[in-house]
């Protein structure tokens, strides 16, 4: 018997652009086809792009995404689709529908709804209870959906046991830095444990706060992967699938025992297919490791959020410090030097080597550098506030005065020539509200506001380390952290050392320890007061700030969802 | 048999202040003990707040709110009481605890888990499954919590038909206008359906974006209102119910048809009491029709969020317009005049009328007026960016910038003096992007975010007759609404009228309507379609928005989560 030719196209949809998701769907089942596939599969709802969040309200939208999944099930000549789309049955559903010959044969409905971290699932969804396997020709395919899979005793075993071959998972797996490991490892799980090939595709591509990584893979039966898609990039992943190695389900395998998981269900969809097919060819997934891999995210996540938002070119004001700094460089490899124009906004309190860094940054990226002196309207402006601020020692108020007229003057800029700001501020400053409202934070996108600071310093280092010249002057990596806001300012003055800001920012805001907890790992009593206390008073900042790139297990945004005002204090 | 006197402490908790929160529910079961009730009832999570949101997350917070339960529940000599608190079993649970003479007799957990709207309780926790009845004396009460009440055949239903007397609910229900007859009216059906008490009490205060309105009450077995409590203030709801006239519930009464909903359990609390009691006190609850409803709440809600959030000023910019002048007025009327502080900020294109409007307002108000022009920044600032704008006709980038600087000056003295800056958007501009962000939108917190434009009018009305001189001028309430961003603005020039955009804006954004169907009301298609087209595109100045008062059944918030990246267009 010929192999089971399984193809899953890991594409980059966007939210809301059915035409556009449905266009390119189309096309990846042509290509598909034309290697004589016998199934091609699609990620999780990406006839509506991931996620859809409240559009799944209107009844509009639900009908013009059934609308095209049928116009996708009509394009399945000769070859099996499974594709992730929305389905009313009256109910919402994650649903998958299984095309082939231009008819939709079945549909399956997720199972289990994520409802924690940045899901909602439970929000929008009914879950399903019935767990079909497609009989593709000789090979019969379980489906199912994303957070099914996680399951040790889920629809994968329902499936299993009814002689699923292949259980094919659609998903749309959001990405976090050194997740790859964890779900290979769980899919290795799945493959062994059931004693089948585990087809899994991702999304690629950019919504919002979330970037979706790819790698999509097949496992088989015995946990070793069969081939693997790329990190990052739009793919066809293909694998020739020898489906006899795979046993049949011990007879009568806990049927019985997996009644409250969901229902069993046989669909037979296609005949089986002979002859010869073109060869596929040999491909080395492009994979990550460490920096290299959270440095590719924020690239691909900065250049689909300014694509998807219909903007073309942004703008980047550069400080000389190291934050700015990698965001413009992150800017320029995600689109073009062409694409990027930095604006330097020296003040009284601008150091001479800040400008020199800004200015050296620019050339070796390539970008434009305008610089805007603020002095003009910063004094203006204090003269206009001296009867306000009379008998009151300069102090945080003249501080965020500067920052707020940079952002008045970046703000001008895209109005003028509408260029998307990006911020760049990183997690660490979120964290304690070390930045200034409508000031520094006055953007649309604010690519590592996720990173904490340490990071941003491995970041830097990796991307000069993959070109001779370094990109980011050595300077930047090597001067002291400084907002320049007054005379001789530094972050330190401020803030504890980052290499000890940021693991008591990871223990409190990513893994809810306690005060206790945190200051018996070694750190100072008062240092951690004072930290919590930071976060947890800085809130109503972050609220107001701009969407930023997800690369931790618990990003500021939907992950994290905190009251403004709250009187816990746990200490 | 003497009657059973029921307390229900409509409270005003604050999110985290589990010491505060303690220390008022202690004062009111004293309270109640005074009038010798036989239970006091508190709110659903009364001891947390409400919604306490990720701080759930926190296992330190967790286990502070239990021990504050059993200190609670040690204060409940000679009285039962029911209060809300999170039980850790190990999972989480929205749960009420019974407490009387000092031990802990029982804890519910709520069975019905909103996830909808502006609630996420499947991301906490995990539904209870029994439906206790607890005899206090010789009364049969059972207790169960907020959403649960809601369904008709539910913990209610259960309870009643192990003989519960009287079904006592512990919620948490968020204001929006005209709510309060749905809720009677639901109560009512549930206690005719059972023939039995129904008890009610709800939050009062504001947390956020959220306000509670009280108005707590009990309903008889024939559906009518024994007692009511006032909304928008704290209060102690008692009432003495004759228990007797609830007949036996029919003998085996669907105990077995409920099987599904919940167990049944039947808990012995306390033995009965005898002797004469101090009369209760005869109060009409003040309740609140149209304008006066909504007014009151953005009242209590400003002053919530102010104290709650630790500051005990305000500033607001008064252009002269009704939507600030509005916001003022509110603001004098939540936290007295004195703490108030208005700011005009003219320009070169202000009106004189705007500016004498603003200081009639504020006489009228009692409030200090500072004026601060922005002429001398706004100049500065043009200069500055002149190279940058060489060739460019004046546009949004120009009138963009005198908004900003406005916002810049504002919070420079916010900054100074430590007052909290509230914004002046309505809903309408909220939907439209009709503000400019880090400008007008530039603030603490945006009383009027859910208040369409045509409802921001009713609201000065109503305001201006309870007064024998209108406090808002006449002038502002007659002049057409303009931005005075260019000479002869006027905001007609970029919007349809309000008569005619505030109806398509409810139909989309609160409606989900479909554009077929919002043009087959009658409305122009080329105007819904601009009014569409610019909802969607603003979503990313929304989410960089303050947090405002929800008054309407979906606000702009954690109420309606769409995706900014967004290619959906229904047309």
Same mark, same amino acid.
């Given at each position: 018997?010929?192999?089971?030719?399984?193809?899953?196209?890991?594409?980059?949809?966007?939210?809301?652009?059915?035409?556009?998701?449905?266009?390119?769907?189309?096309?990846?089942?042509?290509? =598909?086809?034309?290697?004589?596939?016998?199934?091609? @599969?699609?990620?999780?709802?990406?006839?509506?792009?991931?996620?859809?969040?409240?559009?799944?309200?209107?009844?509009?939208?639900?009908?013009?995404?059934?609308?095209?999944?049928?116009?996708?099930? @009509?394009?399945?000549?000769?070859?099996?689709?499974?594709?992730?789309?929305?389905?009313?049955?009256?109910?919402?559903?994650?649903?998958?529908?299984?095309?082939?010959?231009?008819?939709?044969?079945?549909?399956?409905?997720?199972?289990?709804?994520?409802?924690?971290?940045?899901?909602?699932?439970?929000?929008?969804?009914?879950?399903?209870?019935?767990?079909?396997?497609?009989?593709?020709?000789?090979?019969? $395919?379980?489906?199912?959906?994303?957070?099914?899979?996680?399951?040790?005793?889920?629809?994968?075993?329902?499936?299993?046991?009814?002689?699923?071959?292949?259980?094919?998972?659609?998903?749309?797996?959001?990405?976090?830095?050194?997740?790859?490991?964890?779900?290979?490892?769980?899919?290795?799980?799945?493959?062994?444990?059931?004693?089948?090939?585990?087809? !899994?595709?991702?999304?690629?591509?950019?919504?919002?706060?979330?970037?979706?990584?790819?790698?999509?893979?097949?496992?088989?039966?015995?946990?070793?992967?069969?081939?693997?898609?790329?990190?990052?990039?739009?793919?066809?992943?293909?694998?020739?699938?020898?489906?006899?190695?795979?046993?049949?389900?011990?007879?009568?395998?806990?049927?019985?025992?997996?009644?409250?998981?969901?229902?069993?269900?046989?669909?037979?969809?296609?005949?089986?297919?002979?002859?010869?097919?073109?060869?596929?060819?040999?491909?080395?997934?492009?994979?990550?490791?460490?920096?290299?891999?959270?440095?590719?995210?924020?690239?691909?996540?900065?250049?689909?959020? +300014?694509?998807?938002?219909?903007?073309?070119?942004?703008?980047?004001?550069?400080?000389?410090?190291?934050?700015?700094?990698?965001? @413009?460089?992150?800017?320029?490899?995600?689109?073009?030097?062409?694409?990027?124009?930095?604006?330097?906004?020296?003040?009284?309190?601008?150091?001479?080597?800040?400008?020199?860094?800004?200015?050296?940054?620019?050339?070796?990226?390539?970008?434009?550098?305008?610089?805007?002196?603020?002095?003009?309207?910063?004094?203006?402006?204090?003269?206009?506030?001296?009867?306000?601020?009379?008998?009151?020692?300069?102090?945080?108020?003249?501080?965020?005065?500067?920052?707020?007229?940079?952002?008045?003057?970046?703000?001008?800029?895209?109005?003028?020539?509408?260029?998307?700001?990006?911020?760049?501020?990183?997690?660490?400053?979120? =964290?304690?509200?070390?930045?200034?409202?409508?000031?520094?934070?006055?953007?649309?996108?604010?690519?590592?506001?996720?990173?904490?600071?340490?990071? $941003?310093?491995?970041?830097?280092?990796?991307?000069?380390?993959?070109?001779?010249?370094?990109?980011?002057?050595?300077?930047?990596?090597?001067?002291?952290?400084?907002?320049?806001?007054?005379?001789?300012?530094?972050?330190?003055?401020?803030?504890?050392? !980052?290499?000890?800001?940021?693991?008591?920012?990871?223990?409190?805001?990513?893994?809810?320890?306690?005060?206790?907890?945190?200051?018996?790992?070694?750190?100072?009593?008062?240092?951690?007061?004072? +930290?919590?206390?930071?976060?947890?008073?800085?809130?109503?900042?972050?609220?107001?700030?701009?969407?930023?790139?997800?690369?931790?297990?618990?990003?500021?945004?939907?992950?994290?969802?905190?009251?403004?005002?709250?009187?816990?204090?746990?200490?």
């Amino acid at each position: 018997m010929r192999p089971f030719r399984l193809a899953m196209a890991q594409i980059d949809p966007t939210v809301g652009d059915l035409d556009g998701n449905t266009r390119k769907i189309v096309e990846y089942i042509d290509q =598909a086809r034309a290697l004589q596939a016998d199934l091609v @599969a699609f990620p999780e709802l990406a006839v509506t792009g991931y996620p859809p969040e409240d559009l799944l309200f209107k009844s509009q939208f639900i009908r013009a995404n059934i609308a095209r999944m049928k116009e996708i099930a @009509a394009e399945s000549r000769g070859i099996a689709v499974v594709v992730g789309f929305v389905d009313a049955n009256p109910e919402l559903r994650n649903a998958a529908a299984v095309a082939y010959d231009g008819q939709v044969v079945g549909v399956y409905h997720k199972m289990y709804l994520p409802n924690y971290g940045v899901f909602d699932e439970e929000r929008y969804f009914k879950a399903g209870a019935v767990c079909p396997v497609y009989q593709i020709g000789a090979t019969a $395919v379980g489906v199912n959906i994303c957070e099914d899979i996680w399951k040790p005793i889920g629809p994968t075993t329902v499936q299993r046991a009814q002689g699923g071959q292949v259980i094919l998972n659609i998903s749309g797996s959001p990405f976090y830095a050194d997740r790859l490991g964890e779900r290979e490892e769980m899919l290795a799980a799945r493959a062994t444990d059931n004693g089948v090939f585990v087809g !899994y595709v991702n999304i690629v591509g950019g919504q919002d706060e979330l970037v979706f990584d790819g790698a999509s893979m097949v496992l088989g039966p015995d946990g070793n992967v069969v081939v693997q898609g790329s990190q990052f990039q739009e793919e066809l992943v293909v694998a020739d699938l020898d489906v006899e190695r795979v046993s049949e389900p011990p007879p009568g395998s806990g049927e019985r025992d997996l009644e409250d998981v969901g229902a069993a269900k046989r669909v037979d969809v296609s005949a089986p297919s002979s002859g010869s097919r073109p060869a596929l060819p040999r491909r080395e997934p492009i994979h990550y490791g460490g920096p290299g891999e959270v440095y590719s995210a924020l690239v691909m996540g900065t250049r689909d959020y +300014v694509g998807k938002a219909g903007f073309s070119k942004v703008l980047v004001a550069l400080s000389g410090g190291i934050d700015s700094s990698l965001v @413009a460089t992150v800017a320029a490899d995600a689109l073009g030097p062409d694409n990027v124009v930095a604006v330097a906004m020296p003040s009284r309190y601008s150091s001479e080597g800040s400008l020199l860094d800004a200015k050296a940054l620019s050339e070796n990226l390539g970008i434009e550098l305008r610089t805007i002196p603020i002095e003009e309207s910063f004094a203006a402006s204090l003269d206009t506030l001296a009867p306000h601020f009379k008998g009151t020692e300069p102090g945080l108020a003249e501080e965020n005065l500067q920052s707020r007229l940079r952002g008045v003057l970046i703000m001008a800029l895209s109005n003028k020539h509408d260029w998307l700001v990006l911020t760049t501020g990183n997690k660490s400053e979120m =964290a304690v509200g070390y930045a200034t409202i409508y000031g520094d934070t006055a953007g649309g996108y604010a690519v590592i506001k996720d990173v904490p600071k340490t990071l $941003v310093y491995r970041l830097a280092e990796h991307r000069n380390s993959l070109s001779n010249n370094p990109v980011i002057p050595v300077s930047v990596l090597t001067k002291p952290p400084s907002a320049e806001l007054r005379p001789d300012q530094k972050d330190e003055d401020s803030l504890p050392p !980052y290499e000890v800001l940021d693991p008591i920012l990871k223990a409190y805001v990513e893994d809810d320890r306690s005060f206790d907890e945190i200051v018996s790992e070694g750190f100072d009593e008062e240092t951690v007061k004072r +930290v919590i206390t930071l976060v947890d008073r800085s809130e109503y900042k972050r609220r107001q700030a701009p969407p930023g790139i997800k690369i931790t297990p618990r990003n500021f945004g939907r992950d994290r969802r905190m009251p403004i005002a709250n009187r816990y204090r746990p200490f």
